[in-house]
């Protein structure tokens, strides 16, 4: 604890000097901007900036591009409360009830209770991350491809569990995210697979022209055309008190979703999204009264913003610990660290402690930074979306494909880009789950990687991954889910008995009264 | 009987399905290696399975998804116009340098989509193309393509 106390003091003194400060500054306020503005998002604010890094030292990019990730975090909440409008797809559930509240003329304390709720998750959040991160970094040297396997599969299972709608559905996608992550060189044989003659795509296809026309270019072909005259709420100062009531109500939510969002940021998928949805559906689910959800509850607000600020933390402990993406924003600020020259794994903290220290400090500072801009500016970053939709829309396209194109210098990664955005906009418009994709996109070479070392270990025995108790219990648990998310489908099924008159009496006596 | 009705959900997943059949293919022609050891094709093999049975569980389940005439479409001609500035951008970006692939895109957008005056048009598309010109390349030095004709 107390080397924890002189490594975190060490950390500061990296953290407050002008420019780690500076750069510190400047991410959350772009990363600010980019959550106001519906269809960025921090995965293309990140990708669209990542660029800019190049001339900076490691410590100041990475600091500088956590800034925007937590930064988006808060932004994305203005909108969703404001306007209805989910600045990114963490902020999906802050719609309900924050936008309801501000019909009640409570949108200045949903706003306050947002960004209070933020900030605590950010600060305790960051503890669990400097107290956990060492420890686990330790315990991973043991992890072996199996259990890397194992916690991988489980992680996509989770996410499909967790995903909204059926499990078939989110399943399918992520095994499609896993099939486009099969393009490219294979790691341990050098087969150049599915290239069809583009040597472009022998690194794979990118993370960032998919997640860019995934998430981005699929808003922007969804919403263009559509009337855009929204009425913009700008609550005054004065406003933004919450009631003593409303910081009750909102004090075990904001516990709860801190907790949540950590631990759900830890495992792999896109956990500042599923926490969000976890922790909105776990309030609904304590609550006394349930049917307030919907209808302004301040728990549905404070809960699912606390958990997806938390998540955002969560999510570096794997990354910083064992060098594992836990989502596609890890998972680009992962290759930021790697074209800095720093190689992420279990012994960075050992090796270059002043940055691992530097940027912990950094997330403090950041989450002050963030509750003194957000609440007195609010009007301010609002205020950018009175820009009409008809001009806002082509320079998100603009610079979206500037930041695409820069990463490689490749027009491919620009098609890739259009590409996936026509996907994209097909599949949400069948109402289909996009994260999946990605996040299959991201982990499928690690996935076949230790797949396949876990066979070489053990001259081709599958009896590997169920005799290593760690192996075992997640495939286990991930199994539960499956079976359990896909019950829906084999009750479905049995639904042709009914249709020839052979559904028990009284399970059809029950339906008649329901 | 809505058990026979095309819905979103049955179309997708049969489309799914016919992509998965279609990976499944490519996957073959690749080394599958054996089971104990396998080969580069063996993972891309199992994935397409996956896909495929997932598909045909959409399909399955999709009988009380929303009927696939409910679906609407209404902004299609301004999605194909994005899609046209994209493929555009992918096309002019190494030729005509971004300055001016950017100005032209947006250019069209703006007038020819978004029906504003040309005026506005010019005045738009060329701040935004000289000023993040600017602000990435000169100011943040981020490499961006360069035109033929020296701007």
Request: net charge positive; proline share 6%.
């Amino acid at each position: 604890m107390v080397e924890t106390l002189q490594n975190l003091s060490s950390g500061f003194a990296v953290a407050l000097s002008p420019a780690v400060l500076l750069y510190a500054f400047v991410g959350c306020i772009v990363g600010t901007l980019v959550g106001v503005l519906p269809g960025v998002g921090p995965l293309a604010g990140i990708s669209l900036l990542l660029p800019v890094t190049f001339g900076l030292n490691a410590t100041n990019a990475i600091v500088l591009l956590a800034g925007i990730y937590y930064g988006a975090m808060y932004g994305g909440s203005t909108t969703s409360i404001l306007m209805r409008i989910p600045g990114e797809a963490a902020s999906v559930m802050t719609c309900i009830d924050g936008y309801a509240m501000t019909r009640k003329g409570r949108a200045g304390a949903a706003l306050a209770l947002a960004a209070f709720g933020s900030y605590v998750a950010g600060t305790v959040s960051v503890v669990g991350l400097m107290l956990l991160a060492p420890p686990l970094a330790e315990f991973a040297l043991r992890f072996g491809p199996p259990e890397n396997f194992a916690l991988l599969v489980l992680g996509l299972l989770v996410l499909a569990y967790m995903s909204g709608g059926s499990m078939a559905k989110s399943l399918a996608m992520a095994a499609l995210g896993l099939l486009l992550g099969m393009v490219g060189i294979d790691t341990m044989s050098g087969f150049f697979r599915f290239h069809y003659g583009i040597v472009e795509l022998g690194d794979g296809i990118g993370v960032v022209p998919t997640a860019v026309g995934l998430f981005g270019i699929s808003e922007i072909l969804l919403s263009a055309g559509r009337a855009t005259k929204t009425e913009i709420h700008t609550p005054r100062l004065r406003e933004l008190l919450p009631s003593r009531q409303e910081w009750r109500d909102s004090a075990w939510p904001i516990g709860r979703g801190t907790l949540l969002g950590f631990v759900i940021g830890i495992i792999p998928g896109p956990g500042h999204v599923i926490s969000s949805f976890v922790s909105y559906a776990v309030e609904r689910r304590l609550s006394k009264h349930p049917e307030r959800f919907g209808q302004g509850a301040v728990e549905g607000v404070a809960g699912p913003e606390a958990a997806n600020n938390s998540a955002t933390s969560g999510a570096f402990v794997p990354m910083l610990a064992l060098g594992l993406p836990s989502g596609a924003v890890p998972a680009i600020m992962l290759a930021a660290m790697m074209i800095h020259g720093i190689a992420p794994g279990p012994l960075l903290i050992q090796q270059q402690p002043e940055l691992f220290w530097g940027f912990i400090a950094s997330m403090y500072v950041g989450n002050i930074v963030l509750l003194v801009l957000n609440l007195p500016f609010v009007g301010i970053f609002v205020n950018l979306l009175r820009i009409p939709y008809s001009f806002l829309y082509p320079s998100i396209l603009a610079f979206a494909t500037l930041g695409v194109y820069a990463v490689n210098n490749s027009v491919v990664d620009v098609w890739i880009m259009a590409s996936t955005g026509l996907l994209g906009y097909a599949l949400r418009k069948f109402d289909f789950e996009i994260a999946p994709i990605v996040l299959g996109l991201v982990l499928a070479p690690m996935i076949e990687l230790s797949f396949r070392q876990s066979l070489a270990m053990s001259a081709g025995s599958y009896a590997i991954f169920f005799t290593r108790p760690i192996t075992t219990v997640m495939l286990l648990v991930g199994l539960a889910l499956l079976l359990l998310g896909l019950r829906p489908v084999f009750t479905k099924a049995m639904d042709w008995r009914a249709a020839v008159g052979l559904e028990p009496v009284a399970r059809r006596e029950g339906k008649g009264n329901s | 009987m809505t058990t026979r009705r095309l819905t979103a959900d049955r179309l997708a997943g049969v489309v799914l399905a016919a992509f998965a059949l279609v990976a499944l293919w490519e996957s073959s022609k690749l080394p599958l290696g054996t089971v104990e050891q396998p080969g580069p094709g063996t993972v891309p093999l199992l994935l397409a399975l996956t896909l495929l049975v997932c598909s045909l569980a959409v399909v399955g389940g999709g009988g009380a998804a929303q009927p696939l005439s409910a679906l609407q479409w209404t902004e299609w001609r301004h999605a194909v116009a994005i899609l046209g500035a994209c493929a555009f951008m992918a096309l002019a970006l190494e030729r005509l340098g971004y300055r001016l692939t950017i100005l032209v895109a947006l250019l069209a957008l703006v007038t020819l989509l978004e029906k504003k005056s040309l005026v506005v048009g010019v005045v738009f598309a060329l701040g935004f193309s000289l000023g993040s010109y600017f602000l990435f390349n000169t100011l943040l030095k981020v490499p961006m393509p360069q035109s033929p004709f020296g701007f």
